[in-house]
């Protein structure tokens, strides 16, 4: 298998580089690679990925809402985008607080 054959694709080209660098390929994200079966950490739960996913969705509705002109048509509006900001940032800080206090920052 030739270099130019695994880099012709998207898939192949990642696949390469986990090859080249010993890496497991998958699209979990570091937390899952770093957190071994002895260490479960709250944060490699399925419902806390799910609410952080679900933060994230929102998070993208309250940007694409968060402009004057929606303002103008619908102000209580503002309302809905704060209250939508303030959950994201609740869930987003205490993930933080959550890593941090795992990283050995905060004993």
């Known amino acids: 298998m030739t270099r130019n054959s695994l880099v012709s694709t998207g898939q192949d080209s990642s696949r390469f580089l986990s090859q ?3 890496l497991p390929l998958n699209d979990s994200g570091p937390d899952e690679v ?19 996913k ?3 969705v929102v998070s993208a509705v309250s940007v694409s809402l968060n402009t ?11 309302y809905v985008c704060l209250s939508m900001d303030i959950f994201t940032a609740v869930v987003f800080l205490v993930e933080m607080i959550i890593k941090i206090k795992c990283g050995g920052l905060i004993k």
């Not at 004057?68 to 503002?78: D, G, I, N, S």
């Open 54 to 56: 679900i933060s994230i």
């Open 34 to 52: 770093l957190a071994n079966d002895e260490t479960q950490t709250l944060l490699n739960n399925f419902n806390i990925k799910l609410l952080l």
């Open 20 to 22: 080249m660098y010993n």
């Open 68 to 78: 004057p002109v929606t303002f103008q048509y619908a102000p209580e509006l503002r």
